[in-house]
């Protein structure tokens, strides 16, 4: 029995082959059958209103009138308007350019604002594309920052606190509003 050697079985010619083109035909159909019947995804533009972040408990109501200030920053010049959101509205807007001079009658003009209204500590500010970086900057400093040789300011200790950074120094409006800000 040690000389028999096993056969290994071929298969011959004459079996079968399995015939998958009926499947093939079938997936196919169910995709296109899916693919129609499917419903995608729908975008749309949601509005959304994000309020600032506190610490504060305690909801505020918003009072009846209350006094704005908006910076426009063009190519050459710095626009200031403050106006009250309710009657009597008194708008006043003045003007100022990129040039040292200008930047601190623009600087002090934010002290003055800031000592008259102290309940206003939002400054909303509007660039236009033309305008450079720099001249952004030159902007956001002399409406942020409180220089050692400008006069105290005359706002609540609260808001003292809020505006007060990490590092000790004080700012002149702590909340600045990029208004035109396109991502």
Same mark, same amino acid.
Request: cysteine-free; glycine content about 4%.
């Given at each position: 029995?040690?000389?028999?050697?096993?056969?290994?079985?071929?298969?011959?010619?004459?079996?079968?082959?399995?015939?998958?083109?009926?499947?093939?035909?079938?997936?196919?159909?169910?995709?296109?059958?899916?693919?129609?019947?499917?419903?995608?995804?729908?975008?749309?533009?949601?509005?959304?209103?994000?309020?600032?972040?506190?610490?504060?408990?305690?909801?505020?109501?918003?009072?009846?009138?209350?006094?704005?200030?908006?910076?426009?920053? +063009? %190519?050459?010049?710095?626009?200031? *308007?403050?106006?009250?959101?309710? !009657?009597?509205?008194?708008? $006043?807007?003045?003007?100022? /350019?990129?040039?040292?001079?200008?930047?601190?009658?623009?600087?002090?003009?934010?002290?003055?604002?800031?000592?008259?209204?102290?309940?206003?500590?939002?400054?909303?500010?509007?660039?236009?594309?033309?305008?450079?970086?720099?001249?952004?900057?030159?902007?956001?400093?002399?409406?942020?920052?409180?220089?050692?040789?400008?006069?105290?300011?005359?706002?609540? +200790? %609260?808001?003292?606190?809020?505006? *007060?950074?990490?590092?000790?120094? !004080?700012?002149?409006?702590? $909340?600045?509003?990029?208004? /035109?800000?396109?991502?």
């Amino acid at each position: 029995m040690a000389g028999k050697k096993r056969k290994v079985r071929r298969p011959s010619q004459d079996a079968a082959e399995l015939n998958i083109m009926p499947f093939i035909d079938i997936f196919s159909m169910l995709n296109t059958f899916l693919l129609v019947s499917a419903s995608f995804i729908g975008l749309g533009i949601h509005e959304v209103q994000v309020p600032f972040l506190s610490n504060s408990p305690e909801v505020k109501e918003a009072p009846s009138r209350s006094f704005e200030i908006r910076v426009d920053l +063009e %190519k050459e010049k710095i626009l200031l *308007t403050t106006q009250w959101t309710s !009657q009597p509205v008194d708008k $006043k807007e003045l003007t100022y /350019s990129y040039e040292d001079v200008e930047l601190e009658k623009f600087h002090d003009e934010m002290i003055r604002l800031r000592n008259t209204y102290p309940e206003s500590d939002k400054v909303t500010l509007y660039a236009d594309d033309d305008v450079s970086y720099e001249n952004i900057v030159l902007a956001l400093d002399e409406i942020k920052v409180l220089k050692k040789e400008d006069p105290p300011l005359t706002i609540p +200790e %609260k808001q003292l606190a809020e505006g *007060t950074s990490n590092s000790g120094k !004080q700012s002149l409006y702590h $909340k600045v509003v990029m208004g /035109s800000v396109i991502l």
